[in-house]
């Protein structure tokens, strides 16, 4: 943490000049301040009260480069104020702002023109009276450029008028900006100032451009790599398809083989079955015939016996004639 403080007697006059420009001023003003800062490499802020009375005049005007300018300032006044500021940081963007409550008596007035291959500037101001307010403004920071706005509120017995406009272009940051301020007896006061470094838009460009340019040739890569395992993937499918139908073909032929093999060995069986069962029949009819042979001659064995056992008995009978005497 920081503090200061300090009083100055201010009591000059001057006039200056050079080859493009002139300008005198006077300053009869007393001056004291104290103020407290703290903070760090991502954030601060600080507190100044300040106070001062007196006359200041100045005017300066001439050349700078391709512009000329001109700028006047007048005050008579006595005023008191109290200032806030802070800062925050972070990566690529950072914040800030300030607020200054105060109140003034006297009169005040101010000019500025601007103009040239930079762009124009014109600003200017006059008031009177005795008023007390509070002007507060922020900014917002950002790599291609920043934003800052204010706005103000004053009220007591002043009449004041002052606005201005500046649209100008330097070392690539283009910058526009309004400001306004009408009072009387309440006052109102609005600024907001765009700067956009076209400087970083080229270069965020370029890389834009870079980094498509790689998507693109990294995209390229991505979609050759997909056709060739497109390509691989359908090289493996034909191959296994081929495959498949060389399997299906054998295992259809061993099929069909087995098959055959088992209606030809059925077809055999069978054979063998007729064959045993026309032998089995011609063993039975063999017997059979046989056997009927066999009771054939028996009958006929029988008969004969029959026969000749009658032949026997007739002879032996009474009623054989022979057997009668």
């Known amino acids: 943490m920081k503090k200061h403080a300090h009083i100055k007697q201010n009591q000059t006059a001057e006039t200056h000049s050079d080859e493009t420009s002139g300008g005198a001023s006077i300053d009869n003003t007393i001056t004291a301040s104290a103020g407290v800062e703290a903070g760090d490499k991502n954030a601060s802020i600080g507190i100044e009260v300040s106070a001062k009375t007196g006359t200041e005049a100045s005017v300066d005007?001439?050349?700078?480069?391709?512009?000329?300018?001109?700028?006047?300032?007048?005050?008579?006044?006595?005023?008191?104020?109290?200032?806030?500021?802070?800062?925050?940081?972070?990566?690529?963007?950072?914040?800030?702002?300030?607020?200054?409550?105060?109140?003034?008596?006297?009169?005040?007035?101010?000019?500025?023109?601007?103009?040239?291959?930079?762009?124009?500037?014109?600003?200017?101001?006059?008031?009177?009276?005795?008023?007390?307010?509070?002007?507060?403004?922020?900014?917002?920071?950002?790599?291609?450029?920043?934003?800052?706005?204010?706005?103000?509120?004053?009220?007591?017995?002043?009449?004041?008028?002052?606005?201005?406009?500046?649209?100008?272009?330097?070392?690539?940051?283009?910058?526009?900006?309004?400001?306004?301020?009408?009072?009387v007896l309440l006052g109102v006061d609005v600024d907001l100032s765009v700067s956009v470094d076209t400087n970083q838009i080229a270069e965020d460009a370029a890389a834009a451009q870079k980094l498509a340019e790689e998507q693109a040739v990294e995209a390229k890569r991505i979609a050759d790599e997909a056709r060739e395992q497109a390509e691989a993937a359908q090289r493996e499918a034909d191959r296994l398809t081929l495959e498949a139908q060389r399997l299906a073909a054998e295992a259809a032929q061993r099929e069909a083989d087995r098959i055959a093999n088992e209606a030809r060995e059925q077809a055999e069986a069978a054979q063998r079955e007729a064959d045993r069962l026309a032998a089995e029949s011609r063993r039975i009819a063999e017997e059979q015939a046989a056997a009927a042979q066999r009771e054939t001659e028996r009958v006929a064995r029988e008969t004969q016996d029959a026969l000749n056992r009658a032949a026997e008995d007739a002879k032996r009978s009474k009623w054989n004639p022979k057997n009668w005497f």
């Open 61 to 183: 005007g001439g050349l700078d480069g391709n512009n000329v300018y001109v700028e006047a300032n007048y005050s008579d006044t006595t005023e008191v104020h109290v200032t806030v500021e802070g800062q925050a940081n972070a990566e690529g963007f950072g914040v800030g702002g300030s607020v200054d409550a105060y109140a003034k008596t006297g009169n005040e007035a101010n000019l500025e023109v601007r103009a040239g291959d930079e762009g124009v500037v014109a600003n200017g101001s006059v008031s009177a009276g005795t008023s007390v307010g509070v002007d507060g403004e922020g900014t917002a920071d950002f790599r291609e450029g920043s934003v800052t706005a204010g706005a103000g509120v004053s009220v007591g017995e002043q009449v004041g008028i002052g606005g201005g406009g500046e649209a100008t272009y330097v070392d690539g940051v283009a910058t526009v900006g309004v400001s306004g301020e009408v009072a």
